[in-house]
């Protein structure tokens, strides 16, 4: 494995509808994606640096990409979780998990997106 501080660089969450999702993270998350197509895929990236520190992902609508509460879970930084979890069900979204201390490491929560996905959040110390 490589010399990599953080060994996650780029994460996938799977869409039933790319528009929607679009607009429901950058409601929630107060950014702009861009959309992009790649081969059969439609994509809204989330905004990202190349060469800077942390992962970078994407929204993903194709075959073989399908929502869902199973498999891995993307944690995403925000700097306050509770603004941000009432942003999420007004858009359409649902808390699973609220505010939830992890001790010296901050807090986290999970919501459902609005396309089925189990999705967290992460607010630092």
Not at 3 to 11: C, D, E, G, K, L
Not at 105 to 112: D, L, N, Q, S
Request: proline fraction near 6%; hydrophobic fraction near 40%.
């Amino acid at each position: 494995m490589a010399s990599h501080a953080n060994p996650v660089n780029w994460f996938e969450i799977p869409v039933a509808d790319v528009s929607r999702a679009k607009q429901f993270y950058e409601t929630v998350l107060d950014v702009e994606l861009a959309l992009n197509e790649m081969g059969p895929n439609q994509m809204a990236w989330f905004p990202m640096e190349m060469g800077a520190a942390g992962a970078a992902g994407t929204l993903i609508q194709g075959e073989g990409y399908t929502p869902s509460h199973s498999g891995s879970l993307v944690y995403l930084h925000v700097d306050a979780i509770d603004p941000t979890l009432e942003k999420i069900n007004t858009a359409g979204g649902t808390t699973l998990v609220p505010r939830t201390s992890i001790g010296d490491h901050g807090f986290i929560a999970h919501f459902e997106d609005c396309e089925g996905n189990r999705v967290a959040l992460h607010e630092s110390p």
